[in-house]
């Protein structure tokens, strides 16, 4: 499976900022997606998960804020990031089982 996350940048405090990853290698639509996130001198964690029946799971730090999504017809996901805060920077992964994105880099300015 081949996932390449976009979407990433620099976004003031309260703002939105969508994330989209492209997956393909994949039969998609029977395939869970994840988004997890790396902040500087911490461990990676989940940040939001989407199985293919479309039931979702999500970090307390982000409930309400972020949503996960998906377009099968597009083999793509998303994470829709609102009232971003400063600790929400890190580096945002797409995942799907032993696969990973590269990473894009979300950083919130106050």
């Known amino acids: 499976v081949h996932l390449v996350e976009s979407g990433g940048g620099t976004v003031q405090v309260g703002g939105s900022l969508r994330l989209s990853c492209a997956a393909s290698g994949t039969i998609f639509k029977f395939t869970a997606m994840a988004w997890y996130r790396q902040a500087p001198g911490r461990q990676r964690e989940l940040v939001a998960l989407l199985t293919p029946a479309s039931d979702t799971n999500y970090a307390d730090s982000v409930k309400g804020r972020f949503t996960i999504s998906r377009d099968n017809a597009k083999n793509a996901v998303y994470l829709q990031m609102n009232s971003v805060k400063p600790e929400d920077t890190a580096v945002y992964y797409c995942?799907?089982?032993?696969?990973w994105g590269q990473g894009t880099q979300v950083t919130v300015s106050s």
């Open positions: 995942q799907s089982g032993n696969s």
